[in-house]
């Protein structure tokens, strides 16, 4: 008799256990889970870029920036930046007026 009394307590802890261990699991995989869509999003996620210079402000002789020619460009370009920076871009490209 004491076989059988043992034995459902037996079975009684090896279901607590049971329930445990299915638990720490389903935890642990929500976690990995988590950790693995934060890496995706870092890796892929969307990046929102805030402009110091509304591009709108950057008109050349009334014209936008979108319709300026090469010349135009390069002289809003010039006058935005310090010349130090300029000199490295058109070491780098050749930016020609």
Known sequence: ???ISNLTA???TGKAWKSVFILST???LI???????TILNSAYGYAAIENKIDPAAL???GVPLESQTKQQ???TFKSNVSD?????FDSEISLTL
């Open 59 to 61: 008109s050349n002789e």
């Open 84 to 88: 130090g920076l300029y000199r490295r």
């Open 10 to 12: 037996r079975h009684r």
């Open 1 to 3: 008799m004491s076989f």
């Open 31 to 37: 976690a990995l889970s988590a950790l693995i869509l």
């Open 26 to 28: 389903t935890i642990g």
């Open 73 to 75: 460009l390069i002289s």
